[in-house]
């Protein structure tokens, strides 16, 4: 069975940073392009970051560009998000996911991520 777990959420003041990881199995990992996405109250759950199979090209929505860097460690089947100078809007529940080998890295599309884990909650106080 395929499972992706996240960790590393919790509490932070505004400015501070988290790195947050997701441990997958089930899958051939180094076949899938990785994302991050996160959900809050009311809102759609909507694009954080991605990654390349290999790990060489990554994508970041707008807001979270020169604070947030998605990585992943292929031998240890893990994608991270390291999470710095957070902001209060940056509060939400968070979610790694898995996209096919043949779809685009930068989709934005949740269909396009079949495999999902549980996510864990980032809140960012000010």
């Known amino acids: 069975q395929v499972q992706l777990v996240e960790s590393g959420g919790g509490l932070v003041q505004a400015g501070g940073s988290l790195r947050l990881s997701c441990a997958a199995s089930g899958l051939t990992f180094s076949r899938y392009a990785m994302g991050w996405f996160r959900q809050s109250p009311g809102k759609e759950r909507e694009f954080v970051a991605s990654?390349?199979?290999?790990?060489?090209?990554?994508y970041y929505t707008d807001s979270v560009k020169g604070r947030f860097t998605i990585s992943r460690d292929n031998a240890k089947n893990t994608v991270y998000l390291q999470m710095n100078r957070l902001k209060p809007e940056d509060t939400a529940f968070y979610y790694c996911?898995?996209?096919?080998?043949?779809?685009?890295?930068?989709?934005?599309?949740?269909?396009?991520?079949?495999?999902w884990g549980q996510g864990t909650q980032v809140t960012v106080s000010s």
């Open positions: 996911a898995a996209a096919l080998y043949y779809t685009d890295y930068t989709s934005m599309n949740t269909r396009d991520y079949p495999y």
């Open positions: 990654i390349t199979w290999n790990g060489e090209d990554t």
